[in-house]
């Protein structure tokens, strides 16, 4: 079993930055772990923003955040960062990390594959 604390949200005008990071504890080498993020904004179903493998480091973005975003992962850390670049008032949700225990070369894309889930964090553009 895994644990995820997301931390990173907050308040952030329109074109700005924000990193947000899920750190990650258990039995389970974090390594052995493909991880997501995902985003759910009142009245919206919850979508994927972006995966990345466990061994490879491939990655996956929803065509709303390619090239804007950027997931990354630092094995020695426990820790997945998405760093949110020239953010949009659209952006706005609560964000949550994921992990799936799937040792595939790619990354995990259905949210029913993944085992655990952080609690969110909320991330607010403003306009």
């Known amino acids: 079993q895994v644990q995820l604390v997301e931390s990173g949200g907050g308040l952030v005008q329109a074109g700005g930055s924000l990193t947000l990071s899920c750190a990650a504890s258990g039995r389970r080498s974090f390594s052995n772990y493909a991880m997501g993020w995902f985003r759910q904004a009142p009245g919206n179903e919850r979508e994927l923003v972006g995966a990345?493998?466990?061994?490879?480091?491939?990655?996956y973005y929803t065509n709303s955040v390619r090239g804007r975003f950027t997931i990354s992962r630092d094995d020695a850390k426990n820790t997945v960062y998405l760093q949110m670049n020239s953010v949009k008032p659209e952006d706005t949700a609560v964000y949550y990390c994921?992990?799936?225990?799937?040792?595939?070369?790619?990354?995990?894309?259905?949210?029913?594959?993944?085992?655990?889930w952080g609690q969110g964090t909320q991330v607010t553009v403003s306009s």
């Open positions: 994921a992990a799936d225990w799937n040792w595939s070369a790619a990354p995990t894309l259905t949210s029913d594959d993944y085992d655990y």
């Open positions: 990345i493998s466990w061994s490879t480091g491939n990655t």
